[in-house]
């Protein structure tokens, strides 16, 4: 198992520092967020100083979190995409990280599940045809607050792309929050299409109540209502022995001592992976 601290569990700290956390907190690898690394470059910094300090920390950055809007459908929204898409498979190639993550949010809501269908496998066909020129692989996440949510859609979307490079993210948070994917379902996966591990906890949308992801996911591992056990059973169960990386999306934990974050963030890995 290689564990990744996660950039959005530390986020109001810089990419530069994060390479320096993971270190002392036992992590080997970084789930960097392309705005702390760009935010980095357009300040001054470079890729190979950035490099140069993954060597010096003994950190690798194992994904890129993430190219978000791959549902954009209006022309222009779409060459804005595939744009970013190139701009962050660059990166990711010069620091020799595998796998970037993709990502629908709020952009295909008024779709038709057919429209929904097809945007989403011609955009994302059209990324992993850039990912393939750079040697770069793309985990899909479902997000549980859009149409696009559950593990079987994406399992779906990836058949009807039939590239060789896009497979999931299993998050915890957002299958179980999504509703309509359960463990047993993440068990009977081939690991080789799961690219990745998400360890959070959190809850579900209350009645009346509106999304935000910073109301429903404020919560460290073991206090929300994700069944924890049961997940890291159905990954294990796959047999995936890759990437873990918990993630720790809570404004009130973002304002703990960043290394606190990091240390709470490996000991509740390691409690329950066990």
Same mark, same amino acid.
């Given at each position: 198992m290689k564990k990744a601290l996660h950039g959005v569990s530390v986020l109001h700290s810089n990419a530069v520092t994060q390479l320096r956390i993971a270190h002392e907190t036992g992590f080997t690898a970084l789930e960097l967020l392309p705005e702390h690394l760009f935010r980095y470059l357009e300040h001054g910094g470079t890729l190979e100083r950035y490099k140069a300090l993954m060597r010096q920390y003994e950190i690798e950055i194992s994904c890129m979190n993430a190219l978000k809007g791959i549902g954009c459908h209006q022309? #222009? &929204?779409?060459?804005? $995409? $595939? &744009?970013? &898409? #190139?701009?962050i498979c660059h990166a990711a190639q010069q620091l020799d990280c595998p796998v970037v993550q993709i990502m629908a949010l709020n952009e295909i809501d008024a779709l038709s599940a057919e429209q929904r269908s097809q945007v989403l496998t011609e955009n994302i066909s059209q990324i992993a045809r850039i990912g393939q020129r750079y040697g770069i692989k793309f985990q899909i996440e479902v997000v549980a607050f859009t149409p696009f949510n559950s593990l079987k859609q994406g399992l779906a979307i990836i058949e009807a792309v039939g &590239?060789?490079? +896009?497979? +999931? +993210?299993?998050?915890?948070?957002h299958l179980y929050a999504g509703g309509d994917t359960q463990p047993e379902e993440v068990a009977a996966l081939d690991p080789a299409v799961i690219y990745g591990v998400h360890f959070c906890d959190g809850r579900r949308l209350m009645p009346g109540e509106k999304w935000d992801e910073r109301v429903q996911r404020d919560y460290q591992p073991g206090e929300g209502e994700v069944d924890l056990a049961s997940w890291v059973a159905a990954v294990k169960a796959s047999g995936y022995d890759g990437v873990w990386c918990p993630e720790l999306l809570s404004p009130t934990h973002w304002e703990d001592d960043l290394w606190q974050i990091a240390r709470d963030s490996m000991s509740s890995l390691d409690a329950w992976t066990r």
């Open positions: 022309p #222009e &929204a779409r060459q804005q $995409l $595939l &744009a970013q &898409a #190139e701009k &590239a060789d490079n +896009v497979g +999931v +993210v299993i998050d915890f948070w």
